[in-house]
C-alpha cells in the first residue's frame, strides 16, 4: 500500500509521477537492485576484495566496502550505524562494457530502521549509456515512498 513518488530525467528532460505499486510492479520498480547482489553470485564471489571499517566522511556512518577491476559491480558500499545491523544506505557502481555500448550507473537504496526492521525509504539510479556511433544518453531516476 505504500506510494512511490519518482523523478526520471534523461538528458535534462524530467518527469514526474506518482504511484501505488501491486506486488508485480514493485518486484519490477525495484529489479535493476538486484545487481548489488552480485558479490554473493558464485560467477564472481571470489573477485572481490573487502575494506571493513571505513568512515564515512559526510556522516557518522561507518561503511564497509567491496571492490572488483572484473566483475560488472565494480564497487558495493554499505553504510551502517555501530554494526551492519543497522544498515542506513547501500550504493553500487555497475559497469557494462561491449562491443555495443558502455554503461555505467550508480545505484543507491536508503534505508530506515523502524521497530528492529530495515525500511525502504529511497532510490536513486544515476548513469549513462554510450551506444556504438550514437550520442551518450545521461539519466536519473529518483524514487521515494511514503
Do not use: C
Amino acid at each position: 500500500g505504500a506510494t512511490l513518488q519518482k523523478r526520471a530525467d534523461v538528458n535534462g528532460v524530467g518527469s514526474d509521477s506518482t504511484l501505488v505499486p501491486s506486488a508485480a510492479r514493485w518486484e519490477k520498480e525495484l529489479e535493476i537492485f538486484r545487481q548489488l547482489n552480485l558479490i554473493g553470485s558464485r560467477l564472481y564471489s571470489d573477485s572481490y576484495d573487502r575494506d571493513n571499517t571505513l568512515d564515512d566522511l559526510q556522516s557518522n556512518l561507518k561503511i564497509q566496502r567491496y571492490r572488483s577491476a572484473t566483475a560488472p559491480l565494480r564497487e558495493l558500499r554499505l553504510y551502517y550505524q555501530d554494526d551492519l545491523r543497522h544498515l542506513r544506505r547501500l550504493e553500487g557502481e555497475v559497469v557494462e562494457d561491449n562491443p555495443m555500448y558502455l554503461a555505467a550507473r550508480t545505484l543507491i537504496l536508503e534505508v530506515e530502521e523502524d521497530g528492529g526492521q530495515l525500511i525502504l525509504t529511497s532510490y536513486r539510479v544515476v548513469g549513462y549509456q554510450k551506444l556504438a556511433l550514437r550520442d551518450t544518453a545521461n539519466y536519473q531516476i529518483t524514487g521515494t515512498f511514503r
